[in-house]
């Protein structure tokens, strides 16, 4: 199974939006309402964000909100913190009892 | 708050086989799927192995099948990952994670195992 695809890098200026893309196919992230998203500061733990595409855990700011049209899941993060500055990865359920998670978005506060 | 504390990491020769554990505390880890996810130093999260609530379906990635066997007790809130012929490419930090269909919600701290002769 392929790893779904994130651009490396996004970046953008404290209160702006920024949106990341995770795109697969039709037999994962198009093919399942299963789509997470993941935040992880250098040297820590990863922490879920998103789940089932537009979900949010409790205690996970409004700032960060969940899309899907297709095979490409979006991650969008309004109102940028210097705190947001991290990696951020997408996971799909795949079918086939399989999971995949994207190569991981490097987040660039300005 | 649910914690996972895992345990068992170190340094193994090619070949060679280890055995990781996660304890679970703070939910009642009987309810729920548990997985394992590794992250290679510098590059991404890799999810390696999955196991339903009681064991029934148990699921391996491609590159660790017929190496490497999720397993659990319930009755000690324990996961396991036994790994065997292990390879270079294995070495990674690696975390326990709860959760299902790609979700995962709490995460270990995790515990680096190290491929090398």
């Known amino acids: 199974q392929s790893a779904l695809t994130q651009p490396p890098s996004a970046s953008g200026s404290p209160g702006q939006s920024v949106t990341i893309s995770c795109t697969g196919t039709s037999s994962d992230v198009g093919g399942y309402n299963y789509v997470s998203w993941y935040q992880q500061h250098p040297g820590k733990v990863p922490k879920l964000l998103i789940y089932?595409?537009?979900k949010r855990p409790s205690g996970v700011p409004d700032r960060f909100s969940g899309s899907k049209s297709g095979n490409t899941a979006s991650l969008t993060v309004s109102g940028l913190q210097a705190e947001d500055e991290a990696d951020y990865y997408c996971s799909s359920y795949v079918g086939n009892n399989n999971r995949v998670f994207g190569g991981g978005t490097k987040l660039t506060v300005l | 708050e649910a914690q996972l504390v895992e345990s068992g990491g170190g340094l193994v020769k090619p070949g060679g086989s280890l055995r990781l554990s996660c304890e679970g505390s703070g939910f009642t880890f009987s309810t729920y799927s548990m997985n394992w996810v590794r992250q290679a130093p510098g590059k991404g999260l890799e999810w390696v192995s999955s196991?339903?609530?009681?064991?029934?379906?148990?699921y391996h990635a491609d590159s660790v099948k017929g190496r490497f066997t999720i397993s659990r007790d319930n009755a000690k809130n324990s996961l396991y990952l036994q790994m065997n012929s292990l390879r270079a490419e294995d070495t990674a930090v690696y975390y326990c994670a709860r959760g299902t269909m790609g979700t995962y919600d709490y995460w270990g701290q995790g515990t680096l195992v190290t491929v090398s002769s």
């Open positions: 196991i339903s609530s009681s064991s029934t379906y148990i």
């Open positions: 089932e595409v537009t």
